[in-house]
């Protein structure tokens, strides 16, 4: 009976001691996930399409559902990193990159030209700029949970 009492003694004692190695085990890769740097920041990967809207004969709306249309092609294309737009009260549209921010003011140049100019007849004058990141963080359509950014 002993030897028994012995040998579960041991096994648990085994068990705890294993337990033990494996929360240490996860601990320090939570710890590591938890240091880990964001690669940017959200200043660093927004780029604004600000429509100069001149003609007021043009019917606004149905240039924004075009425009819509083509966003959705252009990043379902593949073409671009992992972004989100939104617009802004059809005046603009605020994109929000993932990855090479730095080339954010690139990726919507292309995309104007090859998805948005050859497509929309009545595309506006527009302007590609570096928007204040503190006047889009005014809007509710400013995304709340872009992990990978700061």
Known sequence: MSIIRVSLIVLL???NISACFEKENNNHNQSTQLNST???EIKNCV???KFLWKNEKTDKMLVIDSVSEAIKKAVSSGKYPRLTAN???GD???FFFSDQCEKRKTFIEDMVSNYLSPTINNLPDYQIIIPDI???KKSPTFPRNNWWIK
């Open 38 to 40: 964001a690669k940017y």
């Open 47 to 49: 780029v604004q399409l």
């Open 92 to 94: 603009s549209y605020v």
């Open 134 to 136: 503190e006047d889009i």
């Open 87 to 89: 617009s802004f009260e």
């Open 13 to 15: 004692v085994s068990l």
